[in-house]
């Protein structure tokens, strides 16, 4: 089992910044994907940012060169720096964490923060 805490969300202007930040209680180095989704009003959940225990990162199209993913094996803590922000980054921001066993896969969620660009 692994629980998932975020926090950082809040409320920015159009091209401001903000950074998320998700405390896990495992050692994340243990966790082979730590990953950013998101989900808008009406919309589906889709994978915003992924990096794995061996530091490859990926990013949804539309976030490249604003978003960053990274990781504090110390703090295990997984981060997402927002830069540039949109009105349409407006969503509810969840973490995962996803383990792989010989023959499954395990996905653990946190409970979502809420991001919101607006003027």
């Known amino acids: 089992q692994v629980q998932l805490v975020e926090s950082g969300g809040g409320l920015v202007q159009p091209g401001g910044s903000l950074k998320l930040s998700c405390a896990a209680s495992?050692?994340?180095?243990?966790?082979?994907?730590m990953g950013w989704y998101r989900q808008g009003p009406g919309e589906q959940r889709e994978r915003v940012a992924d990096i794995t225990n061996y530091g490859r990162t990926n990013y949804k199209h539309s976030v490249e060169g604003r978003f960053t993913i990274s990781t504090d094996n110390a703090k295990n803590t997984v981060s997402l720096q927002m830069n540039s922000l949109k009105p349409e980054d407006t969503a509810v921001y969840y973490c995962?964490?996803?383990?792989?066993?010989?023959?499954?896969?395990?996905?653990?969620w946190g409970q979502g923060t809420q991001v919101t660009v607006s003027s």
């Open positions: 995962k964490a996803t383990t792989y066993s010989t023959y499954s896969f395990y996905d653990y």
């Open positions: 495992k050692n994340i180095s243990q966790i082979n994907v």
